[in-house]
């Protein structure tokens, strides 16, 4: 089955240590990918995304991602976390060119803590 | 600014009320979207549509309805058969000719008493 996922719950770090949320998916051949970020009780804003090409895309807010197809994974990094950068972070594919459907999958979320 | 636009930001129901739940976009995207986030669970689909008057059920369908009978709008409709309603909905668009890109609103809590 197509699926995405998110194998840490809970993230915590030092402000100004760097950070790497992981993301593994499976699906038969490569989907579109994607990092989103949701503070509380807001919508989600995506942060990255990756079609093809350059397998490192850089993001806003200093993000960056790295594509490897061989692990199927598409883990999320930022060298130095800001205080501000406290959120859930979720990561998405988008099957439609496996599948043709337009049903977003989503990770079930890493909730990231920085510590001052 | 284009964006999505939810309301209200916090409902309350009693137990045996239908709510709709808003969602209006004005940035000419075709496909909307409603999901249902719980704590722990991620996003959930409830209901997608491509087009105009054309709608599917999602992985959550059950206890909900929507309309599409304009693009810019995609209301839900949390009925009385849902179970266990109190949630955070988020409604989504994209433009199906673009960047696969979903752009989401502000999301709405529903609390039922």
């Known amino acids: 089955a197509q699926s995405v996922t998110q194998p840490d719950i809970h993230i915590t770090v030092s402000e100004g240590a760097s950070l790497e949320l992981r993301c593994n998916y499976s699906?038969?051949?490569?989907?579109?990918l994607f990092w989103y970020v949701q503070s509380p009780g807001q919508g989600l804003q995506l942060l990255l995304k990756?079609?093809?090409?350059?397998?490192l895309v850089q993001g806003i807010k200093g993000f960056e991602a790295e594509f490897k197809r061989s692990q199927s994974s598409f883990n999320l990094r930022k060298p130095s976390v800001h205080w501000s950068d406290a959120a859930e972070y979720f990561c998405?594919?988008?099957?439609?060119?496996?599948?043709?459907?337009?049903?977003?999958?989503f990770g079930t979320g890493t909730r990231l803590k920085v510590l001052a | 600014d284009g964006g999505i636009t939810q309301s209200p930001k916090y409902l309350f129901r009693k137990e045996g009320q239908n709510v709709t739940l808003s969602c209006e976009q004005n940035l000419n995207h075709d496909a909307m979207y409603w999901y249902r986030q719980d704590p722990g669970q991620g996003l959930r689909l409830i209901y997608y549509s491509q087009i105009v008057n054309d709608f599917q059920k999602g992985d959550i369908a059950e206890g909900y309805s929507v309309s599409r009978e304009k693009k810019e709008s995609f209301p839900l409709t949390v009925t009385s058969a849902q179970k266990n309603p109190t949630a955070f909905y988020l409604c989504?668009?994209?433009?199906?000719?673009?960047?696969?890109?979903?752009?989401f609103g502000a999301g709405s809590r529903l609390t039922v008493l």
């Open positions: 989504a668009s994209r433009d199906r000719s673009g960047a696969n890109v979903l752009t």
């Open positions: 990756y079609f093809s090409g350059d397998t």
């Open positions: 699906y038969g051949a490569t989907p579109y």
């Open positions: 998405a594919v988008d099957p439609v060119l496996t599948s043709g459907t337009y049903k977003y999958i």
